[in-house]
């Protein structure tokens, strides 16, 4: 099938933007030399227009399935697309070490694009969860070139997301290790691992220490999976140059942030936001019902970058045209029975926080507690509390689950309203405050909300997880912890009929490491420590969820 007609069938299945659609011509495997010698393998999407901006790609994920059809769509709208592989993936020379290179490797690819001769000195830039990363690496040091950005499921620090609540996303973690390594294994062999479903990476996530998952998943050493286990500690000098928070202020680009309520790396975006806002440079924030690697993602992605890169890096000079409604700045989805698509004017909006206090009996609401009885867990991480649903890198396993499965486990508690009278929506960032005693000084404290309906099936809403040690939280006199948690931001309708709840449990694994109690260092814990927890919910202690509630206007028709 003619290339030419491909790209138009793709853009009428994907509803894109409407436009003009050229020739495209493609130059593949380009050498493109960086300052130590290393040679970055590139693809090169020409369109068949004089004059036309540039669009920069970084991916160590390959240049070739979705980035081939996309490479062929900017073309074919008249911008050049360069689809590079970072250093030791893809075909370039060298080793890939995560983040360590993408801001010298970018500055040397911007210089390279200078000196062609198709150069218009008008730059953007797309890229998703990695190769995000690699666009905020150079956005900076781009300046005036840089006209637009598209930035899915990622953001400019990956810290924070590496060691969420300062425990370790081992899930993630382990689970891109491995898909990085199963790039360079015959592809037969990887097809046979995986309709085996994967059996080494799930017997790897279970394997202490820590420091040997790697092997058992991959049967080599991943060195960053070393480092990131050795280099946990917020103190670490490690992360310093890993991390590029510093730069987004100085970016002046107009940028659009497109992520899902599940996707792991949206507490991180949306600081993102909050600093482009602040610095007078306003992004587009585009939130919805999707995972990290969702097929839906994939689609809006594609549908708000492109619309984007037509509003801010056009392929020529354009005549005045009549003034078009303005977009709204956010647009997100609004989860649950009624919500839909909205637009406002800011992110987060007004809200009016509610405290939805843990109460005897197992009974959530918005009453102020009362005299009570702690309640009472044991957590054992040799049998620790499974993770189920939520923000995790594997779509498929991702997002809403049926929670009834975890909460019938002595180990988790929970705390559930009466029958709603009237839908309750809450929109915003998320947090709960847990107020406990424990046996032992190190533990994990999750928090999770569910909205039960009236079949009884509990489905996942947010959550969050906050690792203690002495030195972070220290007890008071009676032996009491007040543990701030704060969960991922959400929007979401509960329904009139439907019940809030609220688990309360010491960890949710693979998705974080397990906390053996002990105090052990992450990657070399091999002794493993049960304990009780004692969750308090007295007018002295009072154990609540505090929920943003909102008032929303009527949904406009969906994206």
Excluded at 84 to 101: I, K, M, N
Excluded at 196 to 203: K, N, V
Excluded at 246 to 269: C, E, N, S, Y
Aim: a positive charge.
């Amino acid at each position: 099938m003619p290339h030419r007609l491909v790209t138009r069938l793709a853009s009428a299945a994907l509803r894109l933007p409407p436009t003009r659609l050229g020739p495209v011509r493609v130059t593949r495997d380009l050498p493109v030399r960086t300052r130590d010698g290393v040679v970055l393998r590139t693809d090169h999407y020409a369109p068949g227009v004089r004059g036309a901006p540039t669009v920069l790609i970084r991916t160590p994920y390959g240049r070739g399935g979705p980035l081939r059809l996309l490479g062929r769509l900017l073309a074919a709208r008249g911008r050049h697309a360069v689809i590079q592989s970072c250093r030791g993936t893809g075909g370039s020379g060298g080793t890939f070490a995560p983040l360590v290179h993408e801001r010298d490797d970018g500055v040397d690819t911007l210089d390279w694009l200078r000196r062609q001769p198709w150069w218009s000195g008008q730059l953007g830039m797309f890229g998703v969860s990695y190769q995000g990363f690699a666009q905020w690496a150079l956005a900076a040091d781009a300046g005036e070139e840089l006209h637009a950005m598209v930035a899915v499921v990622t953001a400019s620090a990956t810290r924070d997301s590496t060691y969420a609540g300062e425990s370790f996303a081992l899930d993630t973690v382990l689970t891109w290790a491995e898909l990085l390594h199963a790039q360079t294994v015959p592809w037969l062999a990887r097809q046979w691992e995986l309709k085996r479903g994967q059996p080494r990476l799930a017997a790897a996530l279970q394997h202490l220490p820590l420091a040997d998952a790697d092997r058992v998943a991959t049967g080599v050493t991943i060195p960053f999976f070393q480092e990131w286990l050795r280099h946990h500690t917020p103190q670490a000098a490690y992360w310093r140059t890993r991390v590029f928070a510093d730069h987004v202020a100085k970016v002046r680009a107009p940028v659009v942030m497109v992520t899902g309520w599940h996707d792991i790396f949206l507490p991180a975006q949306l600081d993102d936001h909050a600093v482009l806002r602040a610095a007078g440079a306003p992004p587009r924030l585009v939130i919805g019902p999707w995972t990290h690697g969702s097929p839906g993602l994939f689609v809006a992605a594609l549908r708000e970058g492109l619309a984007w890169l037509d509003e801010h890096l056009p392929e020529a000079p354009r005549p005045r045209e009549p003034a078009q409604p303005a977009v709204a700045p956010v647009r997100l989805h609004v989860s649950g029975a009624g919500g839909g698509w909205r637009d406002l004017p800011d992110w987060p909006p007004p809200a009016v926080e509610t405290a939805w206090h843990l109460q005897p009996g197992g009974e959530l609401s918005t009453c102020p507690p009362v005299a009570s009885t702690a309640d009472r867990f044991r957590y054992d991480p040799a049998d620790p509390t499974p993770s189920l649903g939520g923000p995790l890198l594997v779509a498929q396993r991702a997002g809403p689950v049926d929670n009834r499965r975890v909460e019938a486990r002595p180990d988790v508690l929970t705390y559930t309203s009466a029958p709603l009278t009237g839908p309750v929506e809450v929109i915003g960032p998320m947090r709960a405050e847990i107020y406990l005693r424990s046996d032992l000084p190190y533990l994990d404290v999750f928090v999770r909300l569910c909205d039960v309906d009236r079949k009884g099936r509990s489905w996942n809403v947010c959550d969050g997880l906050v690792r203690v040690t002495p030195e972070r939280f220290p007890a008071d006199p009676s032996g009491t912890l007040r543990v701030p948690v704060p969960l991922w931001p959400t929007a979401y309708r509960f329904a009139a009929g439907h019940r809030l709840r609220v688990q309360v449990t010491g960890g949710a694994h693979p998705r974080w490491a397990r906390n053996p109690g002990t105090g052990e260092p992450l990657g070399a814990a091999v002794t493993l420590r049960a304990g009780w927890r004692q969750i308090l919910h007295d007018p002295e202690h009072p154990s609540a969820l505090l929920l943003p509630i909102v008032h929303s206007a009527p949904s406009p028709p969906p994206i």
